[in-house]
C-alpha cells in the first residue's frame, strides 16, 4: 500500500510541476508581451494537464 501512496504524490508532483512550469512561462510571456491577456495562463494550464495525460499514458501503455 505504502508503494501505491508513494506512486500517488509522484504523479501529483510531476502534474504540478508541469502546470507551475508552463504558468510561469505564459507569466513571463504575457509580462514581456508575447501573449496579451490571462485567458492565456488558463490555455496554458490546459496543455500542461494534456501533456501529462499524454505521459501518464504512454507510461501505462509501456507497463503493458
Known amino acids: ?3 501505491k501512496i508513494k506512486f500517488f504524490f509522484k504523479e501529483i508532483l510531476i502534474l504540478f510541476c508541469l ?3 508552463i504558468n510561469l ?3 513571463i510571456a504575457i509580462k514581456f ?3 496579451n491577456s490571462e ?3 488558463a490555455g496554458c ?3 500542461g494537464v494534456g501533456v501529462y495525460l499524454v505521459y501518464f ?3 501505462l501503455k ?3
Open 1 to 3: 500500500m505504502n508503494e
Open 19 to 21: 502546470v507551475v512550469g
Open 25 to 27: 512561462f505564459a507569466f
Open 33 to 35: 508581451g508575447f501573449l
Open 39 to 41: 485567458y492565456s495562463m
Open 45 to 47: 494550464t490546459f496543455i
Open 57 to 59: 499514458f504512454t507510461k
Open 62 to 64: 509501456g507497463k503493458k
